[in-house]
């Protein structure tokens, strides 16, 4: 699988980075998301169609950045849980009139753990009762201590409501990326992550996925977790179909048997063959464990 590791060196690209958003509850999570999402879409016109594929790219001087658009912990602990890290950099949202609340530190240890780098950005600056220096001093006594203040994290004021802070929050985050140097190989077979999943009328089993390595071609014979197919239908952030997406790219598939689990690694295989020997030695495996459990 992993052949001749010193070819695939040369063959490594640059790839976006991936981003999730955390932090206490209405802190404003959400309305980051759509803030970005609505001031730069890439390679879209404003106003555009868009299909909520579990995540989204936006473009910043040239240069993507992918956003997991189901905030919360729940997918990022999930997917950890399971090894299977889609996240690059972590921005951990802090409402500036409330601060730092139970949630922002639950987030920061879970990023913290996962080793995965943080940015912090101050929201709600828009507000008469904002008071980013106190957001800054509780944090510096959780061992997050601002860069302005001799730390080594960023903290980026920013308002969802009026867009300050915005362009800077994904200059910042382009920052941090060029540092950790993301690359992947696009001319391998793909490897992605399943963000979430559903069952949707007309299509059946629909996984939302992240492409972590490789390209992934429509016809591809995929496992995923404990399901397997072959790829149908690519669908982009932006409503279109593509034949073949690379690296950090989100995208709905179609084509899988059942639904996978959110966290479910995607691999894909030579042959129909090979994906439905490796489901059913899957399968046999839980079997042999569910039977291992109810004898004990
Ligand atoms: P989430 O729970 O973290 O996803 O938070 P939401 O995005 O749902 O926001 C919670 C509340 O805060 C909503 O009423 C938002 O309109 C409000 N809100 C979010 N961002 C801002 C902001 O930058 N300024 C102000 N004044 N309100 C905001």
Do not use: C
């Not at 976006?16 to 999570?29: A, E, N, R, Y």
């Not at 879409?41 to 658009?69: L, R, S």
């Not at 139970?102 to 913290?112: F, G, L, R, V």
């Amino acid at each position: 699988e992993d052949h001749d590791a010193e070819e695939d060196e040369a063959n490594l690209e640059e790839r976006p980075p991936v981003i999730t958003i955390m932090g206490h509850v209405d802190h404003g999570k959400t309305s980051l998301l759509d803030r970005i999402r609505t001031s730069k879409v890439a390679d879209k016109e404003a106003g555009g169609i868009t299909q909520h594929v579990g995540a989204y790219q936006v473009e910043k001087n040239g240069k993507k950045i992918t956003f997991v658009d189901t905030p919360g912990h729940e997918a990022f602990t999930e997917m950890r849980s399971r090894g299977a890290q889609a996240t690059d950099i972590v921005i951990i949202v802090v409402a500036a009139d409330d601060g730092v609340m139970p949630q922002t530190k639950e987030a920061i240890s879970h990023t913290k753990a996962a080793g995965v780098p943080l940015i912090v950005a101050i929201n709600k600056m828009d507000k008469e009762s904002a008071n980013p220096d106190n957001v800054k001093a509780q944090l510096s006594e959780i061992g997050v201590m601002a860069a302005d203040w001799g730390g080594e994290y960023e903290f980026v004021p920013v308002s969802a409501h009026t867009g300050m802070g915005i362009d800077d929050l994904l200059e910042t985050i382009l920052l941090q990326a060029e540092v950790m140097e993301l690359k992947a190989n696009p001319n391998r077979k793909a490897k992605a992550v399943v963000v979430e999943s559903s069952l949707e009328k007309g299509f059946g089993p629909v996984a939302n996925v992240i492409i972590k390595n490789g390209t992934l071609h429509v016809g591809d014979n995929v496992i995923v977790g404990k399901t397997y197919g072959r790829i149908k239908a690519i669908k982009l952030d932006d409503g279109s179909n593509a034949k073949e997406i690379g690296p950090s790219t989100p995208a709905a598939i179609v084509g899988l048997n059942e639904v996978p689990g959110a966290g479910d690694e995607l691999i894909v295989m030579d042959t129909d063959k090979e994906v439905r020997e490796l489901a059913e030695k899957r399968a046999e495996y839980d079997r042999a464990k569910a039977l291992s459990k109810s004898t004990k």
